[in-house]
Nanobody, 126 residues
Framework: QVQLVESGGGLVQIGDSLRLSCAASGRTFSNYGMGWFRQAPGKERAFVAAISASGRRTYYTDSVKDRFTISRDNAKNTVFLQINSLKLEDTAVYFC???????????????????WGQGTQVTVSS
């Protein structure tokens, strides 16, 4: 029911910055907890960041906390992931996900999200 479309990925160099966007359909975006996950080659899809429906609370996996920032613009039905100081290990397909209810303490689990976008590829080169 909820459609999510990621954009903003691309081929970048170590140390570059990117801003990923996730556009959501519907009029109830402001009620959704949102998350970003990534899947590197040969790896499982892993939690990156999450944001509450209001945007007042944000959560990050420890490895990205100082470099990544999740934010949202509810008026535009969009969530963002600002990525700074890109590293080779950031190479992955980045997925946006929504939970059509408020986030709970399990925000880092894939199973807690109802809808997923198609992903946007981020490739970091040296």
């Amino acid at each position: 029911q909820v459609q999510l479309v990621e954009s903003g990925g691309g081929l970048v160099q170590i140390g570059d910055s990117l801003r990923l966007s996730c556009a959501a359909s519907g009029r109830t975006f402001s009620n959704y907890g949102m998350g970003w996950f990534r899947q590197a080659p040969g790896k499982e899809r892993a939690f990156v960041a999450a944001i509450s429906a209001s945007g007042r609370r944000t959560y990050y996996t420890d490895s990205v906390k100082d470099r990544f920032t999740i934010s949202r613009d509810n008026a535009k039905n969009t969530v963002f992931l600002q990525i700074n100081s890109l590293k080779l290990e950031d190479t992955a397909v980045y997925f946006c996900a929504s939970r059509t209810s408020p986030l709970n303490s399990a925000y880092g689990r894939r199973s807690e999200y109802n809808n997923w976008g198609q992903g946007t590829q981020v490739t970091v080169s040296s």
